[in-house]
């Protein structure tokens, strides 16, 4: 065997198995150490099942660190989690890093959801707290799972699947949750997963349909335009509301292929309506956050043929600001093409007036909450009169969402509202049915070559 030379460094096989349980980033224990601590503590309590708890903890929008700052600031801010973490675990606890933004550990002297909810939140404000990168701080919140041994498993695979479930469950609701393993998560997850794969199926089998609810002029009830909206009647599942699938569809990734293939089918339904009236249609917040959402759709009106001017693209205030820049640019390069921006559900968000300010809308959408009580609700009256008010000086086209009967169309016209939809005008129907609506409703104007909407 030859000799490796006086020069070349020699590694103990301590030192060799240190390396294997440790993560070469923040120095913290590897996978490897949870499985060996978890293993440990299950054997030592194996004839008396004392509980003990296992924890594991993400980031949350730590991808975007990476992508503004660089990956040094991204490794800067994980050992400075990683050194927060070993602060602040309880007495006996262990804390190991994974792969990326997500850590984990085991906390033996934690017995029950209340003890680890707890220390959840004790974690949570610690790492809520800025984050030093030299020339500029940054705040990040982080979502929390958590299971209990042996409830929610008694080896090492089981117990880190339960808090994976977990805190995937504490991601699906929002920034900076906390969730603690139990069989009612475990089913609600599962259904989910189904509901998922029964989605993905209709998608690719274009079981998703696409129905219409007319939006009229006020003055005299004239269908204008048609939002589209997305409906699925499962085989197995039957009627899924698009509140359940159209979230599940943007948090599982796969928003794209489902706007996409709606796009798709409401505009090849609107080539058969008259060429005056227009189609609107709604954009996720995740499409908002992808730079290439305005090529897809100006790709798919040139394969339809359908005219981008006769579209309008419905989003949201909360959907704008969850990547400002992004959703400003895809904005700018729709309407470029002819097509136009709607502000959905105003008057609910934070900062709507800013909004207006700093995005160049074409049309605002009065929000049916609103709506509803402007017949008994002076100051619903009063809003709706004063949005009317500011759009005409900002020269905004104005919609009243949600009409479902005659004396709030005639109080919306009193105010100056020009358009409305609800269903007192009509419910959403299919392609066939919107056909038989115009036929009844539109049959007597001819084309005049007025403005789309």
């Not at 293993?39 to 929008?61: C, H, K, Q, W």
């Not at 997500?102 to 984050?131: C, H, N, T, W």
């Amino acid at each position: 065997m030859k000799s490796q030379g006086p020069n070349v460094p020699q590694v103990s096989q301590h030192e060799l198995q240190a390396m294997a349980y440790s993560d070469p980033l923040t120095g913290l224990g590897n996978r490897y150490r949870l499985r060996d601590k978890i293993r440990m503590l299950a054997a030592e309590r194996s004839s008396d099942p004392a509980p003990f708890t296992i924890g594991v903890a993400n980031i949350d929008g730590f991808k975007p660190i990476n992508d503004l700052f660089g990956v040094e600031a991204g490794d800067e801010i994980l050992c400075q989690v990683a050194h927060r973490l070993k602060a602040c675990v309880p007495d006996g606890a262990i804390v190991t890093r994974h792969d990326g933004d997500e850590f984990a550990f085991v906390l033996p002297l934690v017995f029950e959801r209340m003890g680890a909810e707890r220390v959840g939140q004790m974690i949570k404000d610690v790492l809520s707290a800025p984050y030093d990168l030299g020339d500029r701080n940054v705040r990040l919140s982080s979502s929390f799972g958590f299971a209990i041994y042996p409830f929610a498993g008694e080896d090492f695979e089981d117990l880190l699947k339960s808090a994976e479930t977990a805190l995937y469950r504490s991601k699906r609701r929002g920034r900076g949750q906390i969730t603690v393993y139990s069989r009612e998560i475990a089913q609600e997850m599962k259904r989910a997963t189904q509901l998922e794969q029964a989605l993905r199926n209709a998608i690719i089998t274009d079981a998703v349909d696409v129905h219409f609810q007319p939006i009229v002029r006020l003055n005299d009830g004239t269908p204008i335009g048609f939002e589209a909206l997305a409906r699925w009647n499962d085989p197995d599942l039957g009627f899924v509301t698009p509140s359940v699938f159209v979230p599940l569809a943007e948090e599982r990734g796969f928003i794209d292929a489902l706007s996409e293939t709606l796009l798709r089918k409401a505009a090849e339904a609107a080539l058969s309506w008259p060429r005056e009236l227009f189609l609107s249609f709604n954009l996720s917040s995740a499409q908002l956050m992808d730079p290439g959402t305005s090529e897809n759709i100006l790709s798919i009106l040139r394969r339809v043929g359908l005219d981008p001017r006769r579209l309008e693209l419905e989003i949201t205030e909360t959907a704008v600001m969850t990547s400002a820049d992004t959703a400003q640019r895809i904005i700018s390069d729709l309407q470029m093409a002819g097509v136009r921006i709607s502000l959905d559900d105003f008057g609910t968000g934070q900062s709507s007036l800013g909004r207006l300010r700093d995005f160049s809308f074409d049309k605002v959408k009065i929000d049916r909450a609103f709506v509803s009580r402007i017949s008994t609700d002076r100051p619903s009256e009063h809003i709706i009169k004063a949005i009317v008010a500011m759009c005409d000086g900002l020269d905004l086209q104005v919609v009243a969402e949600g009409i479902e009967d005659k004396s709030e169309a005639e109080k919306l016209r009193g105010l100056g509202c020009a358009m409305g939809q609800g269903y007192f005008y009509g419910r959403p129907v299919d392609a066939a049915a919107t056909q038989r609506y115009l036929q009844e409703n539109y049959r007597d104007i001819p084309p005049s070559g007025r403005d789309f909407g």
